[in-house]
């Protein structure tokens, strides 16, 4: 039978657009759908505009401090609508660089959603139907709010780069990656940032010396950081709204007394939000954060109906080799709900293009991932951490906390964390945890002799960049801790 096309991709992100172009340039004929904007997540609403809001919200200190190295520099006032004008500039010349890749590459653009019609067939938006020998889904996912009455009032973290006006009181609801980063960033940018997290500790299944000293950090910065804690009710803040008597009261920290609100809105989301808290407090914010996590997009594209296996949270189950129960039908990237990150989407397009397009059957690798959360200071890690490496076998812990010497002399109190979690027998490093400025940069290169299987006696082999901080990675002589 003779299809429109060897390959068509639904999904223009980074896995998709990566799979669409690796598999033209082997000579196969390929189409890509993209409903919204060409790059996706992590291009468009994530990664690259998150981290340009974490270079924006930097400057606040780096000011301060600069006084302290003998610069006359007067803190200025951050102007936001500068910031996003020039922010959407940038997203539209990285737009555009995806689309001249693709075209660059014979790949055929459709600037429209798409669905499954069978096992090779795609259907668009305006019903035409395109035929293919394989089919790539790699629609990404979305953020989700939590089930409760009035969750539209808040906003998620696509909404964050289209905001009128920065918010002055913002609540964040949640303890993950973009839940600490965005408390930080806004916290940069001059908001007053309260975070609930129901659990104990943010950034569960990090390492917990890490996550903890993160968590003190951002209390240090000014964050409200309430820890098991969430929000029970929320509505749209008004006049009239007063707090129950059986109320525990206002709680100043946490966002603005009811009374004062309503001559204070400056919502992203439409008005101020009230808010009640599982501890009983109530206030007011001008804008609510859900970063409570992400979900396959998987929702209506006849998967199903034609096979395909989804799982409890609508993620499309796929083999090592991202080959979904129809075998025609591949899926990478955050629609498979295995690592939600853009450089293992890549990988796993990658793959498929090797085994599908290269006769080279490719499983993914998914152990050692490096990977870094942009809170400030940075947690860069890899492998396990301590308490997952002690449950496996015995290990020493080797740890040090400091105050660098860049903040320590414009008198901040920050500390850092250097620390590697060393297998007893092998010897081999089996976690390496950054606290730290430029962590993400350092676990990048640090991941490498950890993927390596390097021992910490190779570690200790290399000779210190001096001065450093992650100098300490090779000076760690004795284990704090054996276990
Ligand atoms: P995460 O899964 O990291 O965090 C979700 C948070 O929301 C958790 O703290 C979770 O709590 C909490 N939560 C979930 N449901 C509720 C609820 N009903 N009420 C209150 N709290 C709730 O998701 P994110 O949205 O932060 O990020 C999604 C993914 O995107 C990440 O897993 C990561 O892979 C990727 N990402 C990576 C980045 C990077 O590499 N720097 C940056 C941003 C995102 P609990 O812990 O109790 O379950």
């Not at 709680?251 to 001559?263: F, L, N, Q, S, Y």
């Not at 290399?462 to 760690?476: F, N």
Request: net charge negative.
């Amino acid at each position: 039978m003779a299809f429109d096309y060897d390959l068509f991709v639904i999904g223009g992100g980074s896995g998709g657009v990566r799979a669409a172009r690796v598999a033209a340039a082997e000579g196969a004929k390929v189409a890509i759908a993209e409903s919204s904007r060409m790059g996706g997540t992590c291009v468009i609403r994530g990664c690259v505009p998150k981290k340009l809001m974490v270079f924006a919200s930097s400057y606040h200190e780096s000011f301060e401090d600069a006084r302290s190295y003998g610069w006359d520099v007067e803190d200025g006032a951050f102007d936001w609508n500068a910031f996003s004008g020039h922010l959407n500039i940038e997203l539209d010349r990285l737009e555009g660089v995806y689309r001249s890749l693709l075209d660059g590459s014979n790949v055929e653009i459709f600037d429209s959603r798409a669905r499954l019609a069978d096992a090779h067939t795609v259907e668009l938006a305006d019903g035409t139907q395109k035929t293919a020998k394989h089919i790539l889904v790699a629609t990404g996912g979305r953020p989700v709010r939590p089930d409760m009455p009035n969750a539209h009032l808040g906003i998620v973290s696509d909404d964050i780069f289209h905001l009128p006006e920065l918010p002055k009181r913002l609540l964040i609801i949640g303890g993950g990656y973009i839940a600490c980063e965005f408390a930080c960033i806004m916290n940069g940018l001059g908001v007053e940032v309260t975070q609930f997290y129901r659990g104990a500790q943010i950034l569960r299944g990090f390492d917990d010396e890490a996550r903890g000293l993160v968590a003190e950090m951002m209390r240090e910065k000014g964050i409200n950081l309430h820890l098991g804690t969430n929000i029970v009710d929320m509505a749209e803040a008004s006049a009239d709204h007063t707090i129950p008597n059986t109320s525990t009261g206002t709680d100043a920290a946490m966002g603005a007394p009811v009374a004062e609100h309503a001559a204070q809105a400056t919502s992203g989301s439409g008005g101020p939000v009230w808010v009640k808290a599982t501890n009983g407090t109530e206030a007011v914010y001008d804008a609510v954060l859900f970063a409570t996590g992400r979900n396959p997009n998987t929702a209506d594209m006849g998967l199903e109906e034609i096979g395909v296996e989804v799982g409890r949270r609508g993620e499309i189950v796929v083999d090592e080799y991202s080959q979904t129960a129809v075998p025609s039908i591949y899926a990478i990237g955050d629609v498979t709900n295995r690592v939600q990150l853009t450089p293992v989407a890549i990988r796993e397009g990658m793959a498929f293009v090797e085994t599908v397009f290269k006769g080279n059957p490719t499983p993914i690798d998914h152990d050692l991932i490096p990977s870094a959360i942009f809170t400030q200071p940075e947690l860069g890690t890899i492998g396990l951490t301590e308490e997952e490496a002690r449950e496996q076998e015995p290990v020493e812990i080797y740890c040090t906390s400091f105050r660098p010497m860049q903040s320590a002399f414009a008198g901040r109190t920050d500390r850092v964390l250097m620390k590697l979690v060393v297998a007893k027998e092998s010897r081999k490093v089996l976690g390496c945890h950054i606290v730290a400025p430029g962590a993400g940069e350092m676990i990048q290169l640090a991941g490498i002799a950890v993927k390596m299987g390097a021992t910490k006696e190779d570690f200790d082999r290399t000779v210190a960049v001096h001065p450093t901080m992650s100098e300490e990675l090779v000076t760690m002589k004795t284990p704090m801790r054996v276990a």
